[in-house]
Structures are given as C-alpha cells and as structure tokens.
C-alpha cells in the first residue's frame, strides 16, 4: 500500500467503511464534494432482517415488484452496459506506451519500459501495449477493443475524489448527485425492477445512483442470503420459507411496504439460488477464468451466468483488482492489476461468445485520470489528466477514439493532454448502443462531439 497518497486512502475508506450492505451510504468529509448517491437516505435503502447481502435502493419508488421483474425477464433482450473502474488513476503512458518517443525515455529514465516488451499497437505504431495487456492486445487484433488513448475533460482536476465523481456524475459539477447510468435507468427503467442497475460489490456504484427508479447492489451471485447466527442448511431453508408470508399484501401503507420488500427479498432468494448450487464450478461458466485471491474473475463468471439466466440487468457496475495509484514502486504494482484485470476481461469475453451472448454486451474500463509524463522519484507517477480507456465487445467498432497526442506538448503541468471527452464518451454510449436521448442524461450534451463506438 505504499504507493498510495493520503488522499487515495482516505476516499477509499470513506466510500467503503460506511456503504457496505445493510449500513447506508458513505459519510462525507466538510468541503469535498458529495459522491453520486448520498442523495438515496436510509429509508431509500433496504437492507433486510438476518443480514440480507442483496441491498436495494429506491424502495419507495417500488411497485409490484414479481410482476414487473416477469415480464421484463420474459420480455425483449435489451442491450447492457458494464463499466468497470480501474481506482487510483492508471497510469496510460505504460498501459499504452510510446515505445520509440525519445521524450519518453527523458522523461521515465527508470520508468520506460523496453521497446520490445509489449506488442506494437496497429493503429498507431508508436504505441506499444503494456506487456500485461496482451489479452486485450488479442481483442483488439479481433475487432472487439476500442481504444481511447487519451480521455478526459478540460481544466482536470487531480483529486482522486473529484475526478471520479465527475466521471460518476457524467458532468463536471461537484454538487451533483445522481449517476450518469442511474439517471438513464431514471428515463428507461421500470419502477419495479432491482437488477435493471446492478452494484457487483458491498455497497453501490455511484454511477448507478438513480432518482427515481430502484438499483441494486450485490458481492456476486451466490452471496445473495439471509444470515443468521448458527442457522443454516435445512434449518436456514425452514426459516426462510416461515418468512415468506410476510410479503403478503397489508391494508397499513407502511407494512405494505415492509411487506413488499419481504416479498422482493424472497423471489430475488429463488432467482439466485441456483447461483450458490452452482458456484463451486464456476457458475457453470464454459471457460476457465483466473484464480486468485481477488473477486473479480468470480464477479465476472457470476454476470455472465446471470445474463445467461435472462435476469433482466441492464447497467452493470463494478470495479477491478490492483492498485493504481502509483506513487512509488509503479512497475511492479501495475502490472499485477493489470495482468488480472486483462486476463478476466478476455475470460468474460470469451464467456458471453460461447453463451451467445456477445452482441449484447459491451464493457467500459475506465480511470479517474492518468499520470504524470515525468516520473518522481521513488520509482513512481504523479496525478496526471488523460487517461486510457477501452470499449470491449463484439459489437465494439474496434477502432481508436481520438489520437495520441504525443509527449511533445504537455499541458502546463506535464500531463497528457486530452484528445476525446468522457462525457462525449457517455453520450454516444447513450445514443448508439442504448438508444437513449444523451440530452435527458448529460449536462450540456449538445457541447461533446460524439464518436462512433458501435458497429
């Protein structure tokens, strides 16, 4: 953890220590900016009896919840989103790096990495692929990776906490506090339908906070239950089914509605059990994702099987293994986030191909911002602006977005300068895969240019 900054760590613990399952939202520091979704209080947020590990938002907003999640399973497939936060600010000047620029090699005597250590990049050969990339390399040699060497937004800011919730909000304003995908489910989702914003991790994705319709936040698959001490096996499945007449509809308003999230809490139990009889093999996944010590590979084997099921899911959120904030000790740190991070990646992909899946889905990887061109000195990189991002899937139109804009002209703090906007990102995203008004979603999205991102 060395190579953290304070900040780093500060805004981790913030987000993580108090919005876990079942204990609300984050807490926020006086005069930082508040994270997308504190505006979602305590009686927005159901985190039922025995230590329910599934936590739904907007239960105020709720219909009937068996009927709605029915016929949207049953209904027409609709296209998903899956974004994927790489935290700390990766470092895009070795993620994709620019082997044979002589500044790079002035500016990262330590730092640069060989030229022959990463596959060249087709598009623009005076790119290299970090050599951990080389399962998105392989992607990207099949048309499925789109690649944004240098994404960000005018006058960045380097504070992790800021930048990344402006990448949440989809706008560069602090007071915001909706998700840019919680506001689309706002316009396109259904009152009645969980799993239509789906958190794979403890607590929500701030990029999935909605307004208006409800979002769910779950670990994986099979960790949807209730827990109680020293109950489980045939004793816990008695429980349970003892509970569910409680879902039963009440004459009172307010039981009503605790009847209601009983009533959701056991038909998402039934939905999801299957995942914990199958999680042992992998969800039944037809490939073999990474082992390790980290989730990921498992959250991802999880999404495929669920999305293999029809569970009606449509913005996904979730956030990779390693440790970006490179302060010090960078190669090494790096490498090991992205070696797994790429590794689950193509497992996924190839996942959703052998499920018949694929034309479905596309996944964003992201960073709050880049690093700095030069390095410091203890064998690390500094808050920088542009960073890398990557659009994968079949329906991906495998092409660069925007250029590489060179180590020759630095912005005035010796960052990389950016060549597309996220938010023009969000709104082509919106408009060409989701078939959504980008204007209803994004501040000011007649502003942003809008690249073509989908075949």
């Known amino acids: 953890m060395s190579h953290h900054c304070n900040e780093f760590s500060r805004v981790s613990l913030l987000r993580r220590g108090a919005a876990e399952a079942g204990r609300g939202l984050p807490a926020i520091e006086s005069g930082m900016p508040a994270p997308a979704g504190t505006g979602l209080d305590r009686r927005s947020f159901v985190a039922g009896a025995f230590g329910l590990a ?9 219909g009937l919840f068996e009927d709605g999640i029915a016929q949207a399973a049953s209904g027409p497939a609709q296209p998903v989103l899956v974004s994927v936060f790489l935290p700390g600010g990766a470092d895009s000047l070795s993620v ?3 082997a044979l620029d002589p500044n790079y090699r002035k500016l990262r005597p330590k730092l640069a990495l060989p030229e022959s250590a990463g596959p060249v990049f087709a598009e623009d050969e005076r790119l290299h692929w970090h050599p951990a990339l080389q399962p998105l390399a392989t992607l990207h040699g099949e048309g499925k990776v789109s690649v944004l060497p240098a994404v960000g937004y005018t006058h960045p800011d380097q504070s992790h906490f800021t930048s990344r919730h402006f990448w949440e909000v989809g706008a560069t304003d602090a007071r915001l506090a909706s998700g840019w995908m919680g506001r689309y489910l706002d316009h396109a989702g259904t009152p009645d339908n969980p799993l239509q914003g789906l958190s794979l991790d403890y607590q929500l994705q701030p990029a999935l906070a909605s307004t208006k319709v409800p979002v769910a936040s779950l ?19 008695r429980m349970l089914e003892t509970l569910r007449p409680l879902g039963a509809r009440r004459s009172d308003p307010m039981l009503n509605q605790a009847a209601t999230a009983t009533a959701q809490a056991d038909r998402l139990r039934r939905q999801l059990a299957p995942f914990a009889a199958n999680s042992e093999n992998g969800f039944g996944s037809p490939v073999q994702y990474p082992q390790g010590d980290d989730s990921f590979g498992r959250q ?4 495929a099987a669920m999305l293999g099921a029809n569970l009606p899911l449509r913005c996904v959120a979730l956030t990779a293994p390693g440790e970006y904030d490179t302060h010090s000790d ?4 790096l490498a090991d986030g992205l070696d797994l991070t790429a590794r689950s990646l193509l497992a996924f992909q190839r996942d959703l191909e052998a499920r018949g899946l694929a034309d479905r889905v596309l996944t964003l990887v992201w960073s709050e911002f880049g690093r700095r061109g030069e390095e410091n000195g203890s064998d690390g990189t500094d808050h920088g602006a542009a960073g890398s991002a990557f659009l994968i899937g079949t329906r991906a139109r495998g092409q660069m977005v925007g250029e590489f804009p060179g180590l020759t002209n630095l912005d005035e703090d010796g960052n990389l300068r950016p060549t597309s906007d996220y938010r023009g990102v969000y709104c082509s995203l919106l408009e060409q895969w989701l078939g959504a008004d980008a204007s209803a979603v994004i501040p000011g999205a007649s502003a942003f240019a809008r690249p073509a991102l989908v075949a």
């Open 54 to 62: 599934l936590s739904v938002y907007g239960l105020g907003k709720l």
């Open 96 to 98: 994709l790096y620019p």
């Open 219 to 237: 670990a994986a698959p099979d960790e949807y239950t209730f827990w109680a001490p020293g109950v489980w096996g045939e004793v816990e499945e």
């Open 300 to 303: 991802l084997s999880g999404l």
């Open 330 to 333: 960078q190669p090494q740190a």
